[in-house]
């Protein structure tokens, strides 16, 4: 089963931004959805984007903002996280088909 490792969380001020980085253990072919949830402090996780094929989808309150992005040679999707807002503070997962990522931490301070 492919694994799943995350790293690029940390603490940043409002207006700002991060890229995070997700690093799979094997190739992930392109028909099997590969992106990136979030869980705030007593919320849902949520979905804030994702690739499907060669498409991607965005929550609307990330659109504009983040931008995913995927290097297959590394087997890796990317996060990038601008203008970044205290409501995107939370745990930052990555997922492949039914695998979850450990997770990392985003905190955006005002």
């Known amino acids: 089963q492919v694994q799943l490792v995350e790293s690029g969380g940390g603490l940043v001020q409002a207006g700002g931004s991060l890229r995070l980085s997700c690093v799979a253990s094997?190739?992930?072919?392109?028909?099997?959805?590969m992106g990136w949830y979030r869980q705030a402090p007593g919320k849902q996780r949520e979905l804030v984007g994702i690739?499907?094929?060669?498409?991607?989808n965005y929550a609307d309150s990330v659109k504009g903002r983040f931008t995913i992005s995927r290097d297959n040679a590394k087997n890796t999707v990317y996060l990038q996280m601008n203008s970044l807002k205290p409501e995107d503070t939370a745990v930052y997962y990555c997922?492949?088909?039914?695998?979850w990522g450990q997770g990392t931490l985003v905190t955006v301070s005002s």
């Open positions: 690739f499907i094929g060669d498409s991607t």
């Open positions: 997922n492949v088909g039914t695998v």
């Open positions: 094997r190739t992930i072919f392109s028909i099997i959805p």
